[in-house]
């Protein structure tokens, strides 16, 4: 059985549920646990550098640390941190998501490209 024909847990369901239990069990709340969750975004980013760093073998004390498929992991974590912390501005996070796609869509290919 290939990736393909595993059956993908629902994006937006996981998003909430994420969500969830991120609210459910944070020690910080109100402001200050929102301003958190937007910085995590900037810790995952950083975790995708350093993967490409490794990937690439560029740390000399460190070499070829990484592989090309930690890279696309460490890509997929930002995607689901950013998800989540849309969640957290809104819960309409599927609608202003996939308007905002539109919007980019068409800016970039052209009005009726998709």
Do not use: Y
């Amino acid at each position: 059985m290939s990736d393909h024909d595993t059956p993908s847990p629902d994006l937006w369901t996981s998003v909430d549920a994420l969500w969830t239990w991120l609210e459910t069990d944070q020690p910080v709340s109100g402001r200050e646990g929102l301003l958190l969750r937007m910085l995590k975004l900037s810790e995952e980013v950083g975790e995708v550098s350093e993967a490409v760093i490794g990937a690439l073998g560029q740390n000399p004390r460190k070499g070829v640390s990484h592989t090309w498929e930690d890279v696309q992991g460490e890509l997929c974590d930002v995607v689901i941190t950013a998800l989540v912390a849309l969640r957290t501005l809104t819960p309409d996070t599927r609608g202003v998501f996939h308007r905002h796609l539109g919007r980019v869509a068409e800016r970039s290919l052209g009005p009726g490209a998709l």
